[in-house]
């Protein structure tokens, strides 16, 4: 595999990162803000209900955090990952889970800036393995009484 990573990360590429965490830590936050006043509020009752799914939120933000690390350590898929999140949160951040505008304008900047110019070596591409070159065998003629290929024979 071709390393033409630079030995140090790109300045833009740690700023993404910690564009990122700050995401990933500020929306843990208000998950967890939201569970909590749902369960000591009025009518907490009910609160019990909204457990499961503010679990499942962070295990998504926890996946969410471990893309970050490995785009952090330079894997292509991850920031392919983090480009579906994306935009996923600008598509949906509205409509499902109401996101503050400047989370969803973070994300997007986050993004955009592993795509930089400068952000491109830290992300090398691989060597593509050559493909395997088949043969095709070539017909000399077509046997009169039976029709089949007469293939050649080297």
Sequence with gaps: MNDARPHRRPT???VAVALWLLIVAVAVALIVVRAVTAAVGPGSAHGGALLPAEVVAVLL???IAWAVFRTAAGSRRARVVLVIVAAARAALGF???????ALIALTI???VLLFLPAAR????RGDRAPRAVTRQPETIG???ETGERILRQD
């Design 121 to 124: 070596p830290w992300f090398p």
């Design 142 to 144: 077509w046997d009169p």
């Design 109 to 111: 900047v986050a993004t």
């Design 12 to 14: 833009i590429v740690t």
């Design 95 to 101: 409509a499902l889970a109401p996101l503050p505008l």
């Design 61 to 63: 933000y926890a996946a």
